[in-house]
């Protein structure tokens, strides 16, 4: 069964700067999807950005990227030029053969003004 | 395109009371997903739908919980015999293919 570990329950950044989220998975797949999804407080989630894993290429989207590393089973969101919006706990997930997803459980990021 | 709604928002119940969750995917996908999400926790799924039919159920459905999505549109889960347990919020997500949209959920507090 595919696992997804986020090792970071809450990080903390100043607005304007730059901060990297970790994730870690496992799976014995070789084709699969990988999410990074939002969920303000008492809001609804949203997905941030997706990656396949047989493109080599890193995902972006605006000031959010990721750092795909598919043999080291790791998948870390940098988000750049924080805002206060982003204050949010951010979900891993992971999407194999099977249309679930899984997720960790999560990182409580807190944007300082 | 109004995006994934759920009903109720909010649910309170007493223990061994029945409850019934409603789902309104985005109008043009055919995938239907139901997750589950305690406090402190990641969701975790429970049922998924591919037009009207049931594909996958996760072992976390125990036998007192029942999904349907009749003609392949909404979905209802429908828990019966509440716990204090099934206190969580209920997610339903919608594809049309590997990406997931999620509604608002239901929170669902069992007294």
């Known amino acids: 069964a595919q696992t997804v570990t986020q090792s970071q329950p809450e990080m903390s950044v100043q607005e304007a700067e730059t901060v990297t989220l970790s994730c870690t998975y496992d799976t014995s797949e070789s084709d699969y999807y990988l999410f990074w999804y939002k969920q303000p407080p008492s809001r609804q989630m949203i997905l941030v950005i997706r990656q396949e894993a047989y493109k080599q290429q890193n995902a972006t989207e605006n000031r959010f990227s990721v750092n795909f590393q598919k043999a080291a089973k790791s998948f870390s969101l940098k988000i750049s030029d924080s805002q206060l919006g982003d204050a949010a706990m951010y979900f891993c997930?992971?999407?194999?053969?099977?249309?679930?997803?899984?997720f960790g459980k999560g990182t409580k990021l807190t944007v300082n003004p | 395109d109004t995006g994934v709604s759920q009903d109720p928002r909010h649910k309170i119940t007493k223990r061994g009371q029945n409850v019934t969750f409603r789902c309104d995917p985005i109008s043009e996908h055919n995938r239907l997903y139901w997750y589950r999400q305690t406090l402190g926790q990641g969701p975790e799924f429970l049922t998924y739908?591919?037009?009207?039919?049931?594909?996958?159920k996760s072992r976390l459905l125990s036998d007192r919980f029942s999904a349907e999505r009749p003609k392949g549109s909404f979905s209802t889960l429908e828990i019966q015999r509440t716990e204090q347990g099934d206190s969580a919020m209920y997610l339903c997500?919608?594809?049309?293919?590997?990406?997931?949209?999620f509604g608002p959920g239901t929170r669902l507090t069992v007294t």
């Open positions: 997500a919608s594809s049309l293919d590997y990406e997931q949209y």
């Open positions: 997930a992971f999407q194999g053969g099977s249309e679930k997803l899984v």
């Open positions: 739908f591919q037009n009207e039919a049931q594909l996958e």
